[in-house]
């Protein structure tokens, strides 16, 4: 048994047995009390029942000569035959005791005579006996015991209260033992596979899965989701971070090898350092330098620092994104539409941030829209083409080419740091597989969303959105 479960055990049977005697000692309290005063006003009601058949007799009689035959008639006494059960002398089987004291105060009668001591706390308790006005004695009824408190058969019953209780408290601790091992076991299962699982994937082993426990908490199995959903996104974060570095080993592999091919040449005699040498060893440091480049802004973007925004027209926006690739839209011969709907508020946004996201998302549409191409910018009120306009207090703005595409099983996975849908086109056209994982990550800091559209053959869209400046936004 592990220390968990054991621990838990003991804390539930401890937490039980607590519970299970402060319930014993009240109920056993509370029916003594209540037990008591009942059986208290009994004996008041039989006490006063034979005030008037003794003050008829003295009055009869003239005084208390032969009071005892009719003290011990069947009709006045209460004899269920049970005194030997209860280890009464026979010359005592009364359950009940009668006293009769004179005017005086002393004993006249007493069915326990020489059996039981006369108690005088309890012949306080006497009633009073009067004829034509003047006191002829004292009568009590009182239970068959030496305190006069309760009798041999009310303390049978509450012995055998006592003992049912007893029983059914040894019956509910045994019912906390069972559920205490099965609950310590819902909840500790889990912990241990926990715990192993964290162990393995502390030394590596990424990906370990945590077998769900049907008996466990609801809690427990929230947990043990959580840890599996983070154990597979630790393996799947691995894996692409294993992939980019191969990536980026290879981007950097490609022009250090041409730039060194070049040198040896050059070295050897085999080629002149012409123009055409220097410009293909600039290129490759050149597409070294985008590399390092795209590597600094996802680090940068990671740190996370403090947005400064401010409100913006989205008119302004897209014209200074529209502006920043004009040259290389006229280099190309892609054209660059702007379509901004009119009246759209102002935004609440970092310009160097989203002139960075604006900056991703056409040098991604410059790279696999083809010459002749169209690259369309545009900005209206809402949250995308399925929600309303007119409400919604947000900007969309898009960013639509007339390119090849993308594959639908790459659609969902293009925001993911470090993925690249087709490898080998994305090493011909330079990219690394970040310039979108940043674009997201900026967006979303922003509160906004972005998304992706496309159709293989006929161009992709992408979306983001900014929140609409409220009249109390103010910079971060």
Same mark, same amino acid.
């Given at each position: 048994m592990s220390n968990v479960r054991g621990r838990l055990i003991i804390q539930f049977l401890l937490v039980s047995a607590i519970g299970v005697a402060l319930v014993w000692l009240g109920a056993m309290w509370a029916t003594g009390d209540t037990f008591h005063g009942y059986v208290q006003d009994q004996y008041a009601l039989r006490t006063a029942s034979l005030v008037p058949v003794l003050s008829q007799f003295y009055e009869l009689t003239g005084g208390w000569e032969g009071v005892g035959l009719i003290l011990r008639m069947p009709s006045i006494t209460f004899n269920p035959g049970w005194a030997d059960r209860w280890g009464v002398q026979s010359e005592c089987q009364d359950y009940e005791r009668i006293i009769l004291l004179d005017a005086r105060g002393y004993l006249v009668y007493d069915s326990a005579a020489g059996i039981l001591p006369l108690n005088a706390e309890a012949l306080q308790h006497a009633a009073a006996i009067t004829v034509r006005g003047n006191r002829v004695g004292y009568v009590l009824v009182t239970a068959l015991s030496a305190s006069g408190d309760l009798g041999f058969l009310e303390q049978a019953f509450l012995s055998r209260v006592r003992r049912a209780s007893l029983a059914t408290g040894a019956v509910s601790m045994a019912v906390a033992l069972f559920l205490a091992v099965r609950l310590s076991k819902g909840i500790s299962s889990p912990l241990e596979a926990l715990r192993d699982a964290s162990s393995k994937v502390a030394q590596?082993?990424?990906?370990?899965? %945590?077998?769900?426990?049907?008996?466990?908490?609801?809690?427990?199995?929230?947990? %043990?989701?959580?840890?599996?959903?983070?154990?597979?996104?630790?393996?799947?974060?691995?894996? @692409?971070?294993?992939?980019?570095?191969?990536?980026?080993?290879?981007?950097?592999?490609?022009?250090?090898?041409?730039?060194?091919?070049?040198?040896?040449?050059?070295?050897?005699? !085999?080629?002149?350092?012409?123009?055409?040498?220097?410009?293909?060893?600039? @290129?490759?440091?050149?597409?070294?330098?985008?590399?390092?480049? @795209? *590597?600094?802004? *996802?680090?940068?973007?990671?740190? #996370?620092?403090?947005?400064?925004?401010?409100?913006?027209?989205?008119?302004?926006?897209? #014209?200074?994104?529209?502006?920043?690739?004009?040259?290389?839209?006229?280099?190309?011969? !892609?054209?660059?539409?702007?379509?901004?709907?009119?009246?759209?508020?102002?935004?609440?946004?970092?310009?160097?941030? %989203?002139?960075?996201?604006?900056? @991703?998302?056409?040098?991604?549409?410059?790279?696999?829209?083809?010459?002749?191409?169209?690259?369309?910018?545009?900005?209206?009120?809402?949250?995308?083409?399925?929600?309303?306009?007119?409400?919604?207090?947000?900007?969309?703005?898009?960013?639509?080419?007339?390119?090849?595409?993308?594959?639908?099983?790459?659609?969902?996975? %293009?925001?993911?740091?470090?993925?690249?849908?087709?490898?080998?086109r994305a090493r011909a056209t330079g990219g690394s597989g970040l310039g979108l994982a940043i674009a997201k990550k900026v967006v979303e800091r922003h509160g906004g969303r972005i998304w992706a559209e496309s159709v293989l053959g006929q161009g992709s869209s992408f979306f983001f959105t900014l929140p609409v400046s409220s009249p109390t936004s103010t910079s971060l």
């Open positions: 590596g082993d990424f990906g370990h899965q %945590v077998a769900d426990v049907p008996g466990a908490p609801m809690d427990m199995r929230e947990l %043990v989701r959580s840890f599996n959903y983070m154990s597979r996104e630790l393996k799947a974060q691995e894996q @692409n971070k294993r992939e980019f570095l191969s990536d980026v080993a290879h981007e950097v592999r490609t022009p250090l090898t041409i730039i060194k091919g070049n040198l040896e040449a050059i070295s050897l005699g !085999i080629s002149e350092p012409d123009e055409d040498t220097i410009n293909a060893m600039s @290129n490759e440091v050149t597409r070294l330098e985008g590399l390092l480049a @795209n *590597l600094d802004q *996802l680090d940068m973007v990671q740190a #996370s620092p403090a947005l400064k925004t401010v409100p913006v027209l989205p008119s302004e926006l897209v #014209s200074r994104a529209a502006a920043s690739v004009q040259g290389l839209s006229s280099g190309k011969g !892609i054209a660059v539409e702007q379509r901004v709907e009119e009246g759209l508020p102002p935004v609440q946004a970092d310009l160097d941030a %989203v002139s960075q996201v604006f900056s @991703n998302l056409l040098s991604n549409a410059f790279r696999y829209t083809p010459s002749g191409g169209t690259i369309t910018i545009r900005a209206y009120k809402g949250y995308g083409s399925d929600h309303d306009k007119e409400t919604e207090p947000f900007v969309t703005f898009e960013v639509t080419d007339t390119g090849e595409g993308i594959a639908p099983e790459d659609l969902p996975r %293009v925001f993911e740091r470090f993925f690249r849908g087709d490898k080998s």
